[in-house]
């Protein structure tokens, strides 16, 4: 099969590559606007019956090759005018100038399973984002490029590392446990995006895959919104989904183009903390929580509650020995390092180069691409590199026979910093390293290669990040060939078969003697992991396309089969306790643990069909219908059909009287849809698994123990009577275009419900299980999207335009299974996400200080200082935003463009870590507003707590220290304390680019050459202390608004060129 | 070209079709994950349950009580350091209870007790009988009433059981270790079991499997003996009925989990100490009972303070000092280096090639190092004789309780390495002998049994529920304790049980619904 399939590649590659050097004749021109005789660039000019196409330049001219014999036509068609054909005749040179389409007739948008409709025809929501959108931040993850730009999608990202992920959301969540993130399809062939989720205890910060995905190979990206829109894509859209569109050759002389891009940014960190730097590591409270003179403690100590520094004379943190091996004195004067921390993170960079070879004639077309990635992160040993190629070539073999193929091959290589709750993260306590320590002058690493730290406890911050190492390379192959038969005027067939299958190695040391839990937590005694994980889905398409008019009526239909294959293999061991240090080869361990070794698969055949009618071009409605067979259910059971209905209205064509100078164009449309979605895999029935006692703070048994194999029964139970869950939507909005096309404005409301949703339903242990999965749970999602574009200056060489987008939504979950009160879907026993009925989806529930019905704190009477609340994790945060929106103002003069993103979350709430941290060890800058101590050291009590005496419900007036204060109201057992409002405001990207004027470039080898300014994250507003509120403990993942010993976020800001010959 | 179109095009759509067809068959009927098996032999199960019952009694809940009874104590502003001022919240028991005790090991029980009896040894019942009763002791000796008639029965669909009176459930256990005892003496042509009994090595030593059976129905008379209408004549018919090399013997037949000295695979304290180093810490309390009684067994349970390798090589054995514990509930976020350590008792053996020098024993892994091999007790030859030392001293059972009293700190010194002669001087002093009004020897017997029972979880809480032995030290109020300052009775039900199982409704306190036997104020 593979054969054959290589085979039939290098045929197609000779093919379009020899039929495209045969002899044409160019075509010159000029295209303007009727209306006002601005030229118009971007203009799509295409040799009439032929794939032979061009653009218009800057200035608005194109050059395009056609054949000689043939005299043909020329199609003009541009967004926002009427598409125009022009006979070429004997011409050589053909000047158009196009009418405004206020009817905007001519927008074609890709909607699911690759099919091209009109914009006015569609009654669900799409929205298109093209390449010149797509690549403004030269972002390296390709749904950073999302963000803040289209109404009802949200991105998430995790932390600002090289390689990190980030989720994006589609008008809100959908399911409780199982994946929210939308289908991600490849030229109409379903890719993976798993992946992105971050372990909390352990590891690094991983990737989703579409970080695979070069940005300079996407024409566009199509999102389609909600069920309605998704629904040919059946089970696993019911999240929507993502249609990347990658670029394609175009035929003629003159698009034999080579295409250059190169991009240079650097990356540093957003935010850092803002640190006292008056006072040392120490304490002033007596071990039973009284005040006392401050003292100096060294060694362990990483609280900053010490004396204040002067250049007093201290006792080292080192001991005897390090001392005389690195010559350090036994005692120093005290001094502040005010940027120890900050010292730590470097200024990263990100290099990208795309190279690119299209062309082609009026049969066939080819591009080629080669991308190369280089990012270096903010900290020591994060990297990522990544190499793409890229083939795409289509032919259109007979009249009525096309043919396509398309691969692209990904080496993507990565290093990676520990993270997480854990001591090898050299931020856990790094965050709050005291401000009396030299980190960077200090020690970090003895010549035998073992650590030297001030805090026996945790790993030094620089020997964790060149000595516990997460290495992983990616090889994976995307790829698809299609074919497509016209049988008549009106019925044709196309099929598609693709593939996407990788490889990822991944090598990981945790180092001799590591105090952290680094990426296997085996206690120091070092440890090599080898994991080799394989996955491959292959899908296919058969369709079959019917298309009749019959007096004012059109009709179409489309009947289709998919076939879908999802397989996969991990194969991964980890070797403990290591000999050689540096030697990082698991044959050098003594002991040897596998790994969650396994096969997966999990196949579905869907049958679907999409009828479509209109009445006089401005009624229409669509039915469609699909039924899976997913094999992750019983037989039984398996086999689910799910309909949608949409329509939509031309009111502007059905009422032509109301066109007029206000109004262009008016659609109305509604839409109701379901859709099935499958069960986990192999969650239908219980199984034995390999014992492994363990309890959470890291202990554990590992079988094989005391030589023994040892099975137990599943604590989750399967059920064989698992169904689909389903996701009800409905759907109204409209789309107006108003004021000469200056204003288009479109609000939709949606309302979606899944019901009988899949998950492990919490029971009650002493039952032998500690879940069941089960069909339990309605959730319920509604909101409003609004997205404006407006172009409130445009003259003949100015041009200011504005996008702007706004989305309010309500995740609300009605019912889990009876009986049960919440799910974990995230974090920890206290500070953890949940969903709770009757809540918004994934609140934060942590332990917090008590307070009284009126929400004041409750003191101790007797002592002033704070009280636990011993109700356990008691709602503190609710993550989800009030609303959400961005605004893109760009700016055209001359060649100059210059776009500003600035995106706006208002609401919502995060839960920080850091914060707390800061504030309990007294690192915090306003930890220190308050002098702590008078002139001999004794602490001040000038800290009074907002709240009421337990003892009589009176206000607190007892006056406490700046240490009794900070370290109670914000202590480890309190995280429920550390929330804030994340609304912010940010300068999301930035760019400003020049196109050099076409008279520059006559004798020159280049057509076209462009370069700019660009910046990514630039400027923030908000009102959270400290951080970035756009990190995320658990990486792309359901569980949103935790944040725990994060990594800070990125900016990153450069110059881009691009070079066309 | 014209020519191959339809052929191109029937031959597409047969592919199709077959594609199709050949996958919904096989392609689609099926569900299995090839990763896992449906089937579970006898033996595999009993090494898993076994191991999972020694984790359990090595983990949280050795924490929680040895915390309690000031056998340890904590710092570093962590979780345990909140346990150490009574806070502990209902989130914080899923674990144990869930994951652990009941679809842990109850559930493998049962599963090795649904098992067919004629082509299963008897001795397999035998034993998860034997382990289904001591985890239900386990259960309600923490928990006081829990689901029992009506547990485990998630495969018949019942998901939200019915919860128990402790005292019927201690009364049905009696019985079930009666019905052990028969599995154990009964004999079958099936295969027995063997080294997949990772606690006495199976059929060989089935003998000891019954010694622990009736000492744990000891164990249980002792917190029965003061509840209300309890008959103590039970007892001493109980003992007089049962032939003496029925209890345990000696030291062998200590019911401990073993571990192996490879990482993840080690004794869970110490696999605490390196995930969470420091966080716990030696404890004033025992550090100092110990100190005034010269007690050789400080050397193996404790590093000295201030520390050297000459003197680690020859441990202090005076009265004022040499080692130095934490006081419980003081450390205030802290991290002190001015204490003793956990020792080999605890840790395994020493690995280190070299010994750090003092004063004080650096933090850390960076410290000492040990192999993590040592065993975890969990009802020990030595608490045999402490409790028929106490049932003879208070309920007039059979026996001499200074005699037991004296066999009991004597297997203590066994376990412990102490050498006879060291024993032989220790018993020899005051400490030695029971003596003074009978509530000073209850005093006295139960530090013992304290001392004694280092490191196992449970039992010496229960103890001190029981009697209000060993003295504890009052956790400082200013650091705003838990449950009023007021030493926890029992521990709150997992928050996570509560939620899905309406039958069972939480305690507003670590002291509200106390344990069945636990009748002192």
Partial sequence: MTKNVLLSVFALMLLTLSTALAQERAITGKVTSAEDGISLPGVNVVVKGTTNGTVTDADGNYRIGVSPSNGGSLVFSFIGFSTTEVEIGERTVVDVSLKADVTELGEVVVTGLGIERQSKTLGFSVREVKNDELTVGRTTNLVNALSGKIAGVRIAGSNGMTGSSSAIFIRGFTTFTGSNQPLFVVDGIPINNDGGGNAQQTGVSNSNRAIDINQDDIESMTILKGPAAAVLYGSRAAAGAIMITTKKGKGGEKNKAIEYTASYNINEVNRFPDYQNQYAQGTSLTSTGLPIASVYQPNADQSNWGPLINGQSVPSSYSVSDRALFGLPDTQPLTAYPNNIKDLFRTGNNMQHTIAFSGGNDKSTFRVSYNNLQDKGFLENNQLQRNSFRFDGRSQLTSKLQMGVSLNYINNTSQRSQIGNQLSNPLFRGWFLPRNYNLQGDPSVRPDGSQVYFNGNTDNPYWTLRNNLYNDEINRIIGNINLSYDFNEWASVTYKIGTDAFVQRIKTVDAIGARGQANWNVAGVGAVGDQMIYNQETSSYLNFNFKKKISDFNFSLLVGNEINLRVGQNLGFIGNTLSTRGFDNINDALNFTPLANGKFRSNLVGFYADFQTNYKNWLFVGLTGRNDISSTFKPDRNSYFYPSVTTSLVLTDAVPTIKGNIVDFIKLKANWAKVGREAPIYSTDTYYLQANPGDGFGPQLVYPFLGRVGRTLDDAAGNPQLSPEFTRSFEFGTEATLLKNKLRLEVNYFNTRTTDIILGVPVAAASGFTTQARNAGVLETSGWEVSLSLTPIKTNSFQWMVDANWTRLRNNVISLAPGVQNIAIGGFTTAQSRIVAGQPYGVIYANTLLRNDQGKLVVNGTNGLPIIDTRGPQLVADPNPDWVGGITNTFQWKGITASFLFDFRSGGQILSRIVNDLRRTGSAAETAELPRFDASGIPIANYVIDGVRNSDGAPNTTAITAQQYWSNMYSFNVPGMGVFDATSVRLREAAINYTLPRTLLEKTPFSKVEFGLNGRNLLLWTNVPHIDPETNLNGASNSQGLEFNAMPNARTYGAVLKLTF | ?521
Avoid at chain 2, 38 to 51: F, M, Q, V, Y
Avoid at chain 2, 280 to 302: E, G, H
Avoid at chain 2, 347 to 373: D, E, F, H, W
Avoid at chain 2, 490 to 496: C, G, L
Wanted: hydrophobic content about 40%; charged content about 15%; overall charge neutral.
């Fill in chain 2, 1 to 521: 070209m014209k020519n191959i179109q339809p052929k191109f095009t029937k031959t597409i759509c047969i592919l199709i079709v077959i594609s199709v067809l050949t996958g919904c068959q096989g392609f689609l009927d099926k569900n299995i994950n090839p990763n896992l098996t449906s089937s579970n032999p006898p033996s595999l199960i009993l090494s898993a349950l076994e191991g999972n019952l020694g984790f359990i009694m090595g983990s949280d809940l050795l924490r929680y009580s040895a915390l309690w009874t000031q056998q340890i104590a904590a710092q570093n502003g962590r979780q345990t350091e909140a346990y150490d001022l009574y806070i502990l919240q209902p989130t914080e028991v899923n674990g144990v209870w869930r994951a652990a005790i009941y679809a842990g090991v109850l559930a493998d029980c049962e599963e090795l007790l649904k098992k067919d009896p004629t082509s299963t040894h008897p001795h397999y019942f035998g034993i998860a009988k034997l382990i289904k009763a001591f985890s239900y002791t386990v259960l309600v000796d923490n928990w006081g009433d829990v689901p029992y008639s009506q547990a485990i029965q998630g495969t018949s669909g019942n998901f939200a059981p019915d919860v128990d009176p402790g005292q019927a459930i201690y009364s049905a256990m009696l019985t079930l270790i009666d019905d052990a005892i028969k599995d154990l003496n009964a004999t079958s042509l099936s295969p027995n079991v063997a080294g997949d009994d990772i606690i006495y090595g199976g059929s060989a030593n089935i003998i000891r499997w019954v010694r622990f059976a009736n000492t744990l129905k000891l164990r249980m008379y002792l917190h029965l003996a003061n509840t209300q209408g309890f008959d103590t004549s039970v007892i001493t018919t109980f003992i007089n009925n049962t032939p003496v090399t029925n209890f345990m013997t000696a030291i062998a037949d200590d019911f401990q989990a073993r571990y192996d000295v490879i990482p993840q695979r080690q004794n869970p304290v110490h696999q605490f100490i390196l995930s969470r180093t420091d966080d716990i810490c030696t404890s004033a309390t025992i550090v100092n009972l110990m100190n005034n009684k010269s007690d050789p067994r400080r050397a193996p349970y404790f590093t000295p303070f201030p520390f050297s390798p000459s003197l680690l090589a020859s441990p202090p054995i005076s009265t004022t000092g040499g080692y130095a514990g934490l006081a419980n509930g003081t450390s205030n976020f802290g991290l002190r280096t001015n204490l003793s350590r956990l020792h080999t008792y605890v840790r395994g053996a020493l690995t280190s090639s070299t010994i750090p020098a003092g004063p004080n024993l650096p933090v850390g892994v960076g410290g000492l190092t040990y192999n993590g091999g040592s065993s975890t007790n969990i009802l020990s030859f030595a608490e045999y004789n402490f409790i028929r030392a106490e049932l003879a001293l208070r309920y007039g059972a059979p026996g001499s309780a200074a005699t037991f009293y004296q066999a009991g700190i004597n297997a203590s010194m066994q376990e412990a390495g102490v050498s006879a002669p060291t024993a032989a001087t220790y018993l020899a002093s005051p400490s030695g002998t029971l003596s003074g009004t009978p509530a000073q020897q209850l005093q006295q017997l139960i530090e013992e049994k304290y001392v004694a029972l280092f490191m196992v979880a449970t039992e010496p809480w229960s103890d001190w529920r029981r009697t209000g032995y060993p003295v504890l030290s009052q956790v400082p109020s200013a650091l705003n304790p838990g449950n009023g300052g007021n030493v926890p009775r029992v521990i709150f039900y997992p928050q996570q049980e509560v939620d899905a199982n309406p039958k069972l409704v939480q305690r507003s306190s670590l002291s509200d619904k106390k344990v069945f036997w636990d009748t002192r104020p």
